[in-house]
Every structure is written in C-alpha cells, then in structure tokens.
C-alpha cells in the first residue's frame, strides 16, 4: 500500500490507511441502534430488499449448505438464511466491528445454536479456507470497504466451485422525480433521525455520502467480472434505490 494512497471516505478524501478506522468508529457509535435506523430510514423497506436477497439465494432445506454472511454483524440477513434453508444450513457471520457482532450474537434465536457463528474479520482477508462456503452475501457493507476488489477477490476464493456471490447495496435512482424526492430525504431528513435517534447525526451523513460515492451498477458489476465471477448480474429494486448483485464461481 503507498504512503500517499488516498480513498473516499464520504464527500472526504483520506489516506487508504485510514478509512477503515474511520468506518469502524462509524459503527461502534451506531451499533445498537442499527437495525433500528434501517427501519426509519428505508420506512421497513430494507426488510423486502433481504428477503429478496434471500429469495434469489434459495438455500437447500435437504442438503448442506455453508452460507458466508459478510459485513452481517447484527445478524440480520443471517438468521433469515438459516430459516429458509434447512436444519443442514449453517452460517458463519463476519464483520470487523466487535460491536455490531455482539449485537448480534445477543439477538441470535435459541434455535439456530450450533448452526451459526460470529466472526471477527476484514473483508478484504478474510480469516477462513479456500473453497469452503457454497454461499457469500454482503448486504450494505461493501461499500464501506477501502479495497473493494480485495473484497471480490477474497470472496471469489473462499467459494466452492459453483458457490454464488450476492451484494445487496445502495445504487443509483433511475426515476427523474424520485430521484430528487431521494436526494432531499438523504441528506437533509436521514441525519437528523439519526441524530435524534442515535445520538449521531455525523455517522449518517457518512452513509448517505458513501452511498452517493459509490460505484454505478455498470461499474461494480465490471469489478466482479474483474475478480473472477461469471455470469454476472443485477437486479435494481425500488426504482434504483438499491440492487443486488449477482455472481457465480464457476471455477
């Protein structure tokens, strides 16, 4: 890594080294209220956007399935994996931040003992073999990464032959009113819910800018296809707010 590497961290630049630090402090400040702030910010919505994650991942309910959640620390997306899959489901969720994990190693549901485990780890090097998981999913944390495509690369590897890749992520409005209807929601009413809520108005205004700052769909999707997946996709939901990304590891 150069001394002098720089990234975006929001509308700010700063060195490489740096953001992750910074991303980190973001979300031990926001942790407890996380899914909380999902809720008011997306009016429930982000409940749809994973179950259709889910939908499209479709877990085996008879045969093993290793699922991989990333950047899943309060276990959302995980314990909606392991109901939709079978009692041969198992989920491993990884994050950096201690904070978010213990969150959700607190909420986990008695009945998915033994068949999930929280994990600390970075994305970009990830703590775990080769060609374990028949699964990876990352829903909105890949942009909060300072090397996106160590992210895609680490991910690509601890995929079985077959395993899929799927990205749950902000993405660009297509509609010409709803797009500024959504511009003056984000930066002028997310920050103060935040504030109100979380205490932290400045952690929001990070999240509403890095999403602003972060790769078309045309753009990642390059990236995937750069790290090795094939047939690559993806799905736009709530005119653009978000998608979801999809890849395959053929090989």
């Known amino acids: 890594m150069a001394a002098d590497?720089?990234?975006?961290?929001?509308?700010?630049?700063?060195?490489?080294a740096q953001k992750q630090g910074r991303v980190d402090a973001v979300f031990h400040s926001v942790a407890r209220r996380y899914d909380l702030m999902n809720d008011l910010m997306s009016a429930g919505l982000h409940r749809a956007w994973k179950a259709q994650l889910v939908s499209m991942l479709r877990p085996s309910r008879s045969r093993p399935h290793r699922h991989l959640d990333v950047a899943g620390g309060t276990g959302d997306v995980a314990f909606r994996v392991l109901d939709a899959g079978g009692a041969r489901t198992d989920v491993t969720v990884l994050d950096i931040n201690e904070s978010m994990l213990r969150v959700g190693a607190e909420r986990a549901p008695e009945r998915f003992k033994g068949r999930i485990d929280f994990v600390t780890g970075n994305a970009e090097s990830l703590p775990l073999p080769d060609a374990t998981f028949d699964a990876y999913t990352i829903a909105f944390g890949i942009r909060n990464v300072p090397r996106i495509d160590l992210a895609l690369a680490e991910a690509r590897r601890v995929l079985k032959p077959g395993g899929r890749f799927l990205c749950l992520e902000f993405?660009?409005?297509?509609?010409?009113?709803?797009?500024?209807?959504?511009?003056?929601?984000?930066?002028?009413?997310?920050?103060?819910?935040?504030?109100?809520?979380?205490?932290?108005?400045?952690?929001y205004r990070y999240l509403v800018e890095s999403i602003r700052k972060f790769p078309t769909r045309g753009a990642f999707a390059g990236l995937i296809e750069q790290a090795g997946f094939r047939h690559v996709t993806d799905r736009p939901l709530s005119g653009g707010i978000v998608a979801i990304h999809s890849g395959w590891k053929v090989s």
Not at 5 to 16: K, M, P, S
Not at 179 to 203: K, L, N, Q, T
């Open 5 to 16: 590497e720089t990234t975006d961290f929001g509308y700010e630049r700063v060195a490489l």
């Open 171 to 203: 993405s660009q409005v297509d509609l010409p009113v709803l797009d500024r209807i959504y511009d003056a929601y984000s930066f002028h009413v997310i920050p103060r819910i935040g504030a109100r809520v979380a205490g932290d108005a400045e952690s």
